[in-house]
């Protein structure tokens, strides 16, 4: 066991992206395409006690997280997926991996617990944002978990 002081800053899996608390935002530009798989997950009472089981829909893509230029893994409920996907089929937005799109967790009800806002400024990935990307490996990160796979020519197919 080592004795360490304050200042020392514990180590951190700096490939996945989260939102922990209410009015965290984050700017990413999704760059693969969504991964599916389902957990069971417990279902507690008022006191605690776990009184079963039901099925969570999760979702994860590569993406580039805009505060320091990494791509990482974003893993999100359904509620960021129905909203991510209202922008695909939108014909004024399309293809999220065209703009970046800001999501904020409000926790304002369960219908609007996160904003999803996609940024005008379209552009195209980078040669350099999607060769960082392809290092994010989404199978090997959520394993067995995932119904899809993605691999690193899906990546690159999305950021021509």
């Known amino acids: 066991m080592?004795?360490?002081e304050y200042d020392y800053e514990p180590k951190t899996n700096s490939k996945y992206l989260?939102?922990?608390?209410?009015?965290?935002?984050i700017k990413i530009r999704i760059v693969s395409k969504a991964v599916r798989w389902e957990e069971e997950m417990p279902v507690k009472n008022e006191t605690g006690d776990t009184i079963g089981t039901k099925?969570?829909?999760?979702?994860?893509?590569?993406?580039?997280?805009?505060?320091?230029g990494e791509a990482k893994a974003f893993r999100a409920g359904v509620s960021?997926?129905?909203?991510?996907?209202?922008?695909?089929?939108?014909?004024?937005?399309?293809d999220p991996t065209g703009y970046d799109i800001t999501i904020t967790r409000t926790e304002t009800n369960p219908a609007n617990y996160y904003s999803v806002v996609a940024s005008p400024n379209k552009s195209k990935l980078?040669?350099?944002?999607?060769?960082?990307?392809?290092?994010?490996?989404?199978n090997?990160?959520?394993?067995?978990?995932?119904?899809?796979?993605?691999?690193?020519?899906?990546?690159?197919?999305?950021?021509?």
Do not use: P, Y
């Open 126 to 138: 980078t040669k350099d944002e999607i060769a960082k990307a392809a290092e994010i490996d989404l």
């Open 18 to 25: 989260r939102m922990r608390s209410k009015g965290d935002s």
């Open 2 to 4: 080592d004795s360490i």
């Open 55 to 68: 099925k969570k829909e999760n979702f994860a893509w590569v993406v580039i997280d805009r505060a320091d």
């Open 140 to 160: 090997e990160m959520f394993g067995k978990k995932l119904s899809t796979n993605i691999t690193t020519k899906d990546v690159e197919e999305v950021g021509l």
């Open 80 to 94: 960021i997926f129905l909203k991510i996907k209202e922008l695909a089929q939108n014909d004024d937005w399309g």
